[in-house]
């Protein structure tokens, strides 16, 4: 079935580390993929996405990589932060599902000073 | 810009009432988006609407549920009667559909039910 899973429930660095998070999914349909951060008592707001064209895009101190031939997606966050804490969302859209996105069950990113 | 209004925040009620969720999108957007959030079930989407339509409510949990969205600047999630395994956080969410697929969350109500 349709599924959008993390490898890593939990994640803690030093304070000024990248961090890296994973996750994989197994619809080979879909075409856009989002990453989301949650804080605590907070929405889920929007970080950076990429679409399936696509293997690598860059923000600011964040990057997302995309390998549709393993369906497995990444979030690099450069020089973490202690505002970096949270819990952090993939989400992926099914092609022609309109705006559906199919979320995983999060990854939580503790950072330490 | 406000951002995606909810409201209430907190709710508490007891089982068998109702309850009415409510929510703005943002002005604009086109695309509207009902999501429970729960540490067992993670972030699942309940229903969404594409210009005031409802498109997909396969993710509505039972007839218990329902939503509506009777124009473009306001949208209810109803929960009647409630049931104590309704208890979670609320989310809705907004986007521009034409513009790629990122959808704004609002802040969420988080829903008790004793």
């Known amino acids: 079935g349709e599924s959008v899973g993390l490898h890593l429930p939990t994640l803690s660095v030093q304070e000024g580390d990248n961090s890296i998070i994973n996750c994989a999914y197994s619809n080979s349909a879909s075409d856009y993929f989002i990453w989301y951060k949650q804080e605590s008592g907070k929405g889920p707001q929007f970080i950076i996405d990429?679409?399936?064209?696509?293997d690598k895009r860059q923000g600011q101190r964040v990057t997302v990589l995309l390998n549709k031939t393993v369906k497995h997606l990444s979030l690099q966050i450069a020089a973490t932060q202690p505002g970096d804490s949270a819990v952090y969302f993939c989400?992926?859209?099914?092609?022609?599902?309109?705006?559906?996105?199919?979320f995983g069950q999060g990854t939580e990113l503790s950072v330490k000073p | 810009d406000a951002g995606v209004i909810q409201s209430p925040r907190h709710e508490v009620t007891e089982m068998g009432q109702e309850v009415t969720l409510r929510c703005k999108p943002i002005?604009?957007?086109?695309?509207l988006f009902w999501y429970r959030q729960t540490m067992m079930r993670g972030l699942e989407l309940l229903i969404y609407f594409n210009n005031n339509v409802p498109i997909d409510d396969s993710g509505m949990p039972e007839d218990r549920f329902s939503a509506k969205m009777p124009n473009a600047s306001f949208s209810t999630l109803k929960i009647q009667p409630s049931e104590p395994r309704d208890s979670a956080v609320y989310f809705c969410?907004?986007?521009?559909?034409?513009?790629?697929?990122?959808?704004?969350f609002g802040p969420g109500t988080r829903l008790t039910v004793t």
């Open positions: 989400a992926e859209n099914p092609y022609n599902q309109g705006g559906k996105l199919i």
């Open positions: 990429i679409r399936s064209n696509m």
């Open positions: 002005s604009g957007h086109n695309s």
């Open positions: 969410a907004s986007s521009l559909l034409t513009s790629g697929n990122e959808q704004y």
